[in-house]
């Protein structure tokens, strides 16, 4: 703020992003079959993480967890009463910021893939301040993960642009 003087007109862009997972929070991952007239016990569903990780598998139409990776151990869930209508989703619960990226499902025999990308940040919000000085104008912004903090910065700038009205500063 050292930059903007003393007879400077504060304002103040707000950026908060909204995303899917919030911290310690669940979220659905979806997952459908096209094919029709599904057999279940000649299906696999293969659930990975970044094409890494395995998440859950569905083998021959019954959750197998035996290779699941540690970190998600008891926080994926499965609809097996899903499955016959072709609807492989998991519900991811207790997200974690090493959730964050992309969540592949890959179905076999037919082959079938589907991908979503999980951001997981929480209240992740981005405050911006212009300082104007005549013809130049700074850029300065703060990045902050927790929305409190961000409510704080926002009350403390548009104090400042009250008080910068007022002649104060
Ligand atoms: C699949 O099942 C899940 C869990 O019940 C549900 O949230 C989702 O909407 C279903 N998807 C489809 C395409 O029916």
């Known amino acids: 703020m050292s930059d903007c003087g003393f007879t400077v007109t504060v304002c ?9 997972g919030v911290i310690d929070g669940s979220v659905v991952l979806p997952c459908s079959s096209a094919q029709q007239d599904l057999k ?6 293969h659930w990975r993480h970044n094409n890494r990780e395995i998440v859950y598998d569905i083998i021959k139409g019954e959750d197998s967890v035996e290779k699941q990776d540690p970190q998600y151990k008891n926080r994926a869930e499965t609809f097996p ?36 990308e999980l951001r997981v940040n929480g209240f992740f919000v981005a405050t911006c301040v212009c300082c104007f000085k ?4 700074h850029l300065c912004c703060v990045l902050l993960f ?24």
């Not at 103040?12 to 899917?20: A, D, F, K």
């Not at 899903?82 to 207790?94: A, D, M, T, V």
């Not at 005549?134 to 104008?137: D, F, L, P």
């Open 134 to 137: 005549r013809a130049t104008i």
């Open 12 to 20: 103040l862009i707000s950026v908060s992003l909204q995303v899917p």
């Open 81 to 116: 009463e899903e499955y016959k209508r072709g609807n492989f989703s998991i519900k991811l619960n207790n997200l974690q910021h090493t959730d964050a990226g992309k969540f592949s499902c890959f179905i076999t025999p037919s082959n079938e893939q589907e991908t979503v």
């Open 40 to 45: 279940l016990q000649d299906i696999n569903v």
């Open 146 to 169: 927790f929305f409190y903090i961000h409510l704080f910065f926002i009350y403390l700038f548009v104090q400042l642009y009250l008080l910068s009205f007022k002649g104060v500063i």
